[in-house]
């Protein structure tokens, strides 16, 4: 590392130009190549993909994507009536003409008459694709939005819902340019250099421009989601920002201490980069743990992912001491230059002047008061997470100006929440097709509690001496409502088999209500084994580094901790509606089924990340001493300033996206702030260090004879490798005095 560190300084104008060099090759090739972003995914032996499947192979054009164009009179002008039928009917025409439209069902038809509703005041046609969302072009989303709106009716309100019409919504992503401001505001306090400001900013937009060239490129090959650039935005900045604000803190401790700039870019990188590298294999290895899911939709995201927070250690590795050897003594403040002109040199973290040593004084007088508050206030904030409900948010907490939002509240208004997620029953029989089981099924059907309407079996041409058909069921209750997930597993399990059984006739319940009910079952039955994986790796790799069995099952149990109240923190707000008006929530629902997957991962990662570089450093301390009591206060005094200023440009960062429109980029950014904020400082800065004072020498027990099996990896440098790790074996009798 040091040697690393050395090379790029000795040679910053190669390895700035390198960096330059591949930004604009892969942001070139990105844009000749193009991307292929796709939102597909695929959910083996669910019912509702064995209903997609029955459909592909028998009627390829009533597969894709079902939307609703919904109408609305005013001023007592029925939908009936001649003026307002006629300019619809036209519309309804255009629109049957688009691309990758292949019906229409108008309520002006013979089988449209349960599409109006019983005031005449509301009605809606149902307009289905031969191919699902993700696969229509933007632009085309857009051509049928805009053409199905484009009635022009004094009192006529027109809008669309449904998968296609949310795709063609101006996306609102949150406030990324005021994220980065307040990350720059908040170095400039930290360090009181406009350079030293500057230089972790550029690290981490330099790092995240090829990361995302790269990404359009790879998207070309892997299935990627078309949000995956956001979402390496929103983790890699502030990761990268945090990772380049470690080396650049230890660069300014080492020239406080004498060190020349080249010497002192050398240790900065060979002890907070080896801290770096190690924090970020961890946050990849909890990214790709997605693929533990055995979900593909989750695989681009994890590759997406892990390449973004990797672009920005690499960055901080390399660009980073190259730009620091440009600035020389300038990264220091004024007043920093000024003490070291006046007083000389001295160790940060070793005397008791600050806040910092003044609190690791306290917590180590008073280990129990710090950690017992702490807890418990964690503890408060993650019950709710006991009451957490996955599921889909609908289209009921879009913005009020998109027209999918609109078309919900028109639905809903006329017909019933349940309108807006109809389920899609696709039958199968052997041979010919069987009239009386298809009646006896829609009659149970609309009989059965829960259900508002029924439409008349949809009986489609024979195909491989089978016989398909098409049942449309429109639920009472929205499709994020628990009952309407109810209603599905019911269903399943007693309406529909006492109806088909021994009839030879098979019925699976599909469409997106159901699809995504069976998502959020799959991620639900599969988050253990996914949790548990990160976890033991994450403490295997913890224990072969820091040669403890203490320090990773802290870690594993206190990075649980801080997920649990991220997650209280998110049903408080989204499920509850606890300060819905701030957050600008319209109603309250399920956390999205992916969410858990992607926050843990990151969550998990970013945990680590403060965890390494706080027991690095009191590692570091414990190998010069031997004393558990001053390594746990000099590494807390020396840390503490830098981590919670690291926390914070993270909380400002993913706050940022708060902002957005979109609820799930709100769950994200309110989640991962919330679960920065917490265990930055209340776990890494009160109950990790309290419960090291308390267990003293037990933090660094380790057996000999696993010692000896493990290899060795050392992210402290004055650590021998080569041979057996530890202090001295006994503990001095006064603390050292730091010159």
């Not at 908040?186 to 937009?205: H, W």
């Not at 017909?415 to 298809?438: I, K, M």
């Not at 690291?646 to 799930?664: D, Q």
Request: overall charge neutral; some cysteine; hydrophobic content about 55%.
């Amino acid at each position: 590392m040091k040697s690393i560190a050395r090379w790029c300084a000795r040679h910053r104008v190669l390895v700035v130009l390198l960096w330059l060099a591949a930004l604009l090759l892969v942001q070139g090739l990105s844009n000749v190549v193009g991307t292929a972003y796709s939102n597909t995914f695929n959910l083996p032996d669910t019912p509702s993909t064995r209903a997609l499947q029955l459909l592909q192979a028998a009627a390829p054009a009533q597969s894709g994507d079902r939307e609703q164009i919904v109408w609305h009179t005013s001023g007592g002008v029925p939908v009936t009536a001649p003026s307002v039928r006629a300019p619809v009917e036209a519309m309804l025409a255009e629109v049957h003409g688009l691309p990758h439209v292949s019906t229409v069902l108008s309520p002006y038809s013979a089988f449209g008459g349960h599409q109006i509703s019983k005031d005449l005041r509301t009605a809606f046609a149902t307009v289905t694709f031969d191919t699902a969302a993700p696969n229509i072009p933007t632009a085309e989303a857009h051509r049928f939005v805009n053409t199905a709106t484009d009635v022009h009716v004094a009192g006529l309100r027109v809008a669309v819902a449904g998968n296609v019409a949310e795709s063609a919504n101006r996306q609102s992503f949150g406030g990324t340019g005021l994220g980065i401001l307040l990350a720059g505001v908040v170095l400039l306090l930290v360090f009181g250099s406009i350079f030293a400001m500057a230089l972790p900013l550029l690290s981490a937009l330099a790092s995240l421009g090829t990361a995302i060239g790269v990404i359009g490129l790879l998207s070309n090959v892997l299935k990627m989601p078309v949000f995956s650039t956001e979402l390496v935005l929103l983790i890699g900045l502030g990761v990268g920002v945090d990772y380049a604000l470690f080396i650049v803190t230890r660069h300014r401790q080492g020239l406080l201490a004498g060190e020349d700039v080249e010497s002192s870019i050398a240790t900065a990188v060979n002890t907070s980069g080896r801290a770096v590298l190690f924090a970020g294999i961890v946050v990849c290895i909890a990214l790709l743990g997605m693929f533990a899911l055995g979900i593909t939709f989750f695989y681009g995201l994890a590759i997406a992912a892990a390449l973004g927070v990797a672009c920005t250690m690499v960055a901080a590795l390399t660009l980073l001491p190259a730009l620091l050897a440009f600035i020389g003594p300038r990264v220091l403040s004024r007043r920093q230059k000024r003490s070291l002109a006046e007083h000389g040199p001295r160790i940060v973290g070793a005397g008791t002047r600050g806040f910092w040593s003044r609190w690791a004084d306290f917590i180590r007088r008073r280990p129990v008061v710090p950690a017992v508050v702490a807890l418990i206030v964690v503890v408060f904030v993650a019950l709710p997470f006991f009451s957490l409900r996955l599921g889909i948010s609908d289209q009921g907490n879009d913005p009020t100006y998109t027209t999918t939002r609109q078309a919900y509240d028109l639905l809903a208004q006329g017909f019933g929440p349940g309108f807006n997620g109809p389920l899609l029953l696709a039958t199968v029989h052997e041979g010919q097709a069987d009239p009386a089981t298809l009646d006896r099924l829609a009659t149970a059907l609309a009989g059965q509690p829960g259900v508002a309407s029924v439409e008349a079996p949809l009986v489609l041409p024979a195909t491989d001496g089978r016989q398909v058909a098409l049942v449309t069921v429109y639920p009472t209750t929205s499709p994020q409502a628990a009952a309407t997930t109810a209603l599905i597993t019911h269903l399943r399990d007693s309406t529909i088999p006492a109806v088909v059984d021994g009839t030879g006739t098979t019925v699976y319940v599909g469409g997106n209500t159901a699809i995504f009910a069976d998502f959020a079952q799959v991620i639900s039955g599969k988050l253990p084994l996914f949790i548990g994986l990160v976890v033991l790796l994450s403490f295997l790799l913890l224990m072969v580094v820091f040669r403890s069995l203490l320090i990773p099952l802290t870690a594993a149990v206190m990075n649980l901790l801080s997920i649990g109240a991220a997650f209280g923190v998110l049903v408080g707000v989204f499920q509850w509606g606890w300060l819905d008006a701030a957050f600008q929530i319209s109603k309250t629902g399920p956390v999205e089924a992916f969410l858990p997957v992607m926050l843990f991962a990151i969550l998990f990662g970013l945990s680590m990340d403060y965890e390494v570089f706080l027991i690095s450093r009191i590692h570091e301390e414990w190998l010069k001493s031997g004393d558990n009591k001053v390594a746990v206060r000099n590494g807390l005094a020396a840390t503490g300033k830098t981590i919670t200023a690291a926390a914070l440009i993270m909380i400002l960062v993913f706050g940022s996206f708060v902002l957005g429109g979109i609820r799930v980029i709100k769950e994200f950014g309110l989640g991962l702030a919330a679960g920065v904020l917490i265990d930055a400082v209340l776990i890494r800065m009160a109950i990790v260090p309290a419960l090291m004072f308390l267990f003293g020498r037990a933090n660094w027990w380790f057996p000999s004879w696993l010692d000896r099996l493990l290899p060795r990896v050392s992210v402290d440098p004055n650590e021998d490798v080569d041979g057996p790790a530890g202090p001295p074996p006994a503990e001095p009798a006064a603390e050292p005095v730091h010159a």
